[in-house]
DNA sequence: CGAAGCCAGTAGACAGTGTCTACCGAAGCC
DNA sequence: GGCTTCGGTAGACACTGTCTACTGGCTTCG
């Protein structure tokens, strides 16, 4: 409906890549059938991202977008910084169910542009204005230790901020990475699925950030 | 020297693979090119393992039980509950980040078999005595139980064991899975590398078992 | 001893991939 | 009007995993 037109096929062929991704995972997001459905040749993507790399990067950015949205959102619907850290551990983990494929391709460095090229290349290609996406995951970080620091005491062993912050962080991490393998899975039996992931962040906050009733 | 030369081309093409990806990494795990460094066609491991995935089970086979014995050795280490679990959580960040490509191939569940193939045969193909590898982490969960429940108080939340040592595994591969990705290390400052991991695993122990003093 | 059969491995085909390069039509500009 | 530039096409190239036909050597049986 809007006018959207503008540098159109670029916007188009990372649309259909998040779509892709979300239905059918990371394995369909060929070069080619993102183009087949996007209803152009094999070669056109090139002409905006220089590599498949390029393209599934742009495409892993949305998911950190999308991802900080739902921080965003789960912190305004809670209160105390508490509260505001249990909603965004659900919210972190929920992503990582909910999109699984996303959140795979969020995380397989190989796969995406990162750093590693080696040689950056003398502003040729200014076109790939890529905010690095590394550093795509840096301020949600940087979210969950300002929401650490707000609270009164920084978790058991009284480390600073950001180590707690940290040290949660690949806690959720991990319990959406091992239970969508689904080791945790068959390793916890077979209760409700959605209770004992439930439980398993109220553990993770519980243990670095001390037992709830004792924050302010 | 000793006499393995029976079956010799199987353990030989898991052996070039495993020394593949300790070097290389995952990316250069192609079929034909370890048919090439084992000096064969690339037709050849078709007779032992029918498909490419089947190949790098086995691998990754391999990797789950070199990290069991590295449990069992950092186990027999220390004497208490808490020090063997200190050690576990070591030997496991140190695992994944000395052998990175193996650990990667190891929850590549795109790359391994596991169960997701569908339909599973009717023992036609009975070569492939696979045990069914995901199990292989089971043992590896079950000594962490184990562990746990020789403590004497089973973490601040007093949960059973299960799920403790669940959120403990989660913890650490989230340690592990984010600090070979890079984001830990330039969350936390460039300090040292080691010693920032041991303080996070440390953490981890802390937060998920309660302080270390109070342990038996 | 000779023939049958199997077994490990070879070699080539096939469809598919990502990258590269030559080309082409339409638009804009002097 | 002739020119260049832009957005995209189409084909080639090397490479991948899978499949199938084939072959040389060994065992085993008649």
Chains 1, 2 share one sequence.
Do not use: C, K
């Not at 480390?159 to 899975?185: D, K």
Request: net charge neutral; hydrophobic share 45%; no cysteine.
């Amino acid at each position: 409906m809007s006018i959207e037109r503008e540098n159109s096929l670029r916007e188009r062929l990372v649309d259909v890549g998040v779509e892709l991704v979300l239905t059918e995972g990371v394995a369909s997001l060929g070069l080619r059938e993102i183009a087949r459905r996007a209803g152009v040749s094999h070669g056109a993507p090139r002409r905006y991202f220089p590599t498949h790399h390029a393209l599934l990067s742009a495409i892993a950015h949305r998911g950190f977008a999308d991802l900080g949205a739902r921080f965003a959102a789960a912190v305004a619907g809670a209160v105390s910084p508490r509260d505001q850290l249990r909603a965004l551990g659900r919210a972190y983990v929920g992503y990582a169910l909910e999109h699984r494929g996303m959140f795979e391709l969020m995380f397989r460095h190989d796969l995406l542009d990162s750093e590693r090229q080696g040689q950056e290349q003398q502003g040729a290609e200014r076109a790939t204005e890529q905010p690095r996406l590394r550093e795509s995951t840096l301020p949600l970080f940087e979210r969950i230790v300002d929401l650490v620091a707000r609270q009164r005491r920084y978790g058991p062993g009284g480390q600073p901020p950001a180590v707690t912050a940290a040290a949660l962080w690949a806690n959720l991490h991990g319990i959406a990475q091992l239970w969508s393998w689904g080791s945790l899975g068959l390793a916890l039996g077979a209760a409700s699925p959605e209770q004992q992931l439930d439980r398993l962040v109220d553990a993770a906050l519980d243990a670095h950030l001390g037992p709830a009733d004792a924050a302010s």
